[in-house]
């Protein structure tokens, strides 16, 4: 069984900050992809931003300058550091991981989402 778990959402006033973090447990053997994506009421889920193993980025055109997207390999969690947050913003946000979890089986996972509200 793998889980991912995320923590620190909440409401934050526009301009604001917050730091989401995404970790994995279990029966882990390597972990891949890791990113971030969001959805607002009545939209499709979109992914914010992704980063890989070796550390290359890359981040939806909406949060290019103001999110930055990290990981700490060693123990197997992401976080979304978000800056200067717009109403537009708010969304529940989903971290996902591509966990290989044998040696021949890798499979995508899903945290339960974190809810973000920008709100003066």
């Known amino acids: 069984q793998v889980q991912l778990v995320e923590s620190g959402g909440g409401l934050v006033q526009p301009g604001g900050s917050l730091r989401l973090s995404c970790a994995a447990s279990?029966?882990?053997?390597?972990?891949?992809?890791m990113g971030w994506y969001r959805q607002a009421p009545g939209k499709q889920r979109e992914l914010v931003a992704g980063?890989?193993?070796?550390?290359?980025?890359n981040y939806a055109d909406s949060v290019k300058g103001r999110f930055t997207i990290s990981r700490d390999n060693a123990k197997n969690t992401v976080y979304l550091q978000m800056a200067s947050l717009k109403p537009e913003d708010t969304a529940v946000y989903y971290c996902?991981?591509?966990?290989?979890?044998?040696?021949?089986?890798?499979?995508?996972?899903w945290g339960q989402g974190t809810q973000v509200n920008v709100s003066s």
């Open positions: 980063i890989t193993s070796r550390g290359s980025k």
């Open positions: 279990g029966n882990i053997y390597s972990v891949s992809d």
């Open positions: 996902n991981a591509r966990i290989r979890v044998t040696v021949w089986e890798m499979n995508d996972y």
